[in-house]
């Protein structure tokens, strides 16, 4: 039984020229955890995403996937991540379930198994009813949980998720967790996701990583950060804490101002 980490980075650095997209970076996601990548615009968790699905290559350091050296064993690596982009990825006039038999093809799925396979994975999305219909008609919870179809159809032990739930109204966003989680307790996939949503990460992570410039500054289960810096913080007090240098003057204008808008906004109807 291979006990290795899901994920496994080791100083990892990725470099734009002479700037440093990723820097030094250290992280470890177990078997069976769901962790949150989470820190502002230009962190470096997007840059992190793409080498760990193996889009980017690995200029310094190392990476593990189920113990797979994803330098030298990339489509090994490729075969074990399920990945839904933050872009919408689907084909709006094919059905639900030719869109996952499309993925099932391009993963080369035997065609004996193949309808089985598309039909497990749209029953455990709840969409075998809409299965028939044209994606294009779809709510934004259901065209993420498509998605989510076509990331599972090759079964994968690892899936990583870039703001799966950006833009959908709050029952949607709950839709989303609920199967991320059931693919967790029930199938036993690891999870890596990236969020801007603190009540996200905090509900649905066992762990998270805060990352600010290229660097990791703090990973641990959202209640032990929170506990660190005292009662009554919350994680976006604790995403602030680690984060500041960026943060601190957003909040100073721009985040101070939009709470007060809000404030304003509520007592005006």
Partial sequence: MNTSPAVECRDLT?????????SGLDLTVEQGQIVGLLGPNGAGKTTTIRVLNTLLPIQTGSVHIFGLDAARQKMAVRRLIGYVP??????????????????ARLFDIPRKQRTDRVNEVLAAMN???AADRPAGGYSGGMVRRLELAQALVNAPALL?????????DPVARDSVWERVRFMRDEVGTS?????????EADQLCDAVALMHRGQLRAFGAPADLKAALGPGTSLEDVFRYHTGDTLEATAKGGMGNVR???RTARRVG
């Fill in 260 to 262: 007060s808008t809000r």
């Fill in 86 to 103: 933050q872009q919408l990825s689907i084909e709006a006039a094919l059905t639900g379930r030719q869109n996952v038999e499309l993925f």
């Fill in 127 to 129: 969409l075998l009813d």
């Fill in 191 to 199: 999870v890596l996701l990236t969020t801007h949503y603190m009540e």
């Fill in 14 to 22: 990725y470099m734009f020229k002479d700037f440093a997209a990723v």
């Fill in 160 to 168: 990583i998720l870039d703001e799966p739930t950006v833009g959908l």
